[in-house]
């Protein structure tokens, strides 16, 4: 098992920044995938984007060029940089971790982190 724990989230201007980070109750470096994903209001949970245990990345076309995802495995956490940031980021981010294990694929997410963008 793993518990997922994110922070960073909170109210900002459009064009502005925040950090978002997600830290894990156990080692991250044998999960095999770990990723972000939003819900906004009255919409489907959709990928924002995710990072292997070989470090590639992977993001949603409409955060691309503006979003960075990282992660640390020493720290056990994944961090999402949001820069450039629009009103439609608004929403709740959630931290996911997908690995194998116990004969299965696990699959674990956090509470979720409000983001929101407004003047």
């Known amino acids: 098992q793993v518990q997922l724990v994110e922070s960073g989230g909170g109210l900002v201007q459009p064009g502005g920044s925040l950090r978002l980070s997600c830290a894990a109750s156990?080692?991250?470096?044998?999960?095999?995938?770990m990723g972000w994903y939003r819900q906004a209001p009255g919409k489907q949970r959709e990928l924002v984007a995710t990072?292997?245990?070989?470090?590639?990345?992977n993001c949603a076309d409409s955060v691309k060029g503006r979003f960075t995802i990282s992660r640390d495995n020493a720290k056990n956490t994944v961090y999402l940089q949001m820069n450039n940031l629009k009103s439609e980021d608004t929403a709740v981010y959630y931290c996911?971790?997908?690995?194998w294990g116990g004969g299965r694929w696990n699959d674990y997410w956090g509470q979720g982190t409000q983001v929101t963008v407004s003047s």
């Open positions: 996911n971790a997908i690995y």
């Open positions: 156990r080692s991250i470096f044998s999960i095999n995938v």
């Open positions: 990072i292997s245990s070989g470090g590639i990345t």
